[in-house]
């Protein structure tokens, strides 16, 4: 069905940046609404960011707004997450999500219907 790939992560030390690249095939023809998570050790998964399906709108956990910026790419099955001035705290697997539904609650867990493996992002200080 769909595919999610993540990819862009490694270790970066404190005050640093990375991107994230999501990019997701199968019968996924445009664009649609999407999102990241992270789940650091022995902590649930959090939402951090999403963005709608024509990118006009986005969405941001407070621990991250001003410093990370979720955005679609050029290509219509692509979207990134520019993390800058990055934190220890930031340490964990980021996934990213997909719904096929035009709109949904962008912070919940369960209005995504895939998920890709995740990708690791470890912040020194």
């Known amino acids: 069905q769909v595919q999610l790939v993540e990819s862009g992560g490694g270790l970066v030390q404190a005050g640093g940046s990375l991107r994230l690249s999501c990019a997701f095939s199968?019968?996924?023809?445009?664009?649609?609404?999407m999102g990241w998570f992270r789940q650091a050790p022995g902590k649930e998964r959090e939402f951090v960011a999403g963005v709608s399906t024509c990118g006009a709108m986005t969405y941001y956990a407070d621990s991250v707004k001003g410093r990370f910026t979720i955005s679609r790419g050029n290509a219509k099955n692509t979207v990134y997450l520019q993390m800058n001035s990055l934190k220890p705290e930031d340490t964990a697997v980021y996934y990213c999500?997909?719904?096929?539904?035009?709109?949904?609650?962008?912070?919940?867990?369960?209005?995504?219907?895939?998920w890709g493996q995740g990708t690791q992002v470890t912040v020194s200080s």
């Open positions: 999500a997909l719904t096929r539904r035009g709109s949904i609650s962008y912070l919940q867990r369960g209005e995504y219907d895939y």
């Open positions: 199968g019968r996924t023809l445009t664009n649609y609404p």
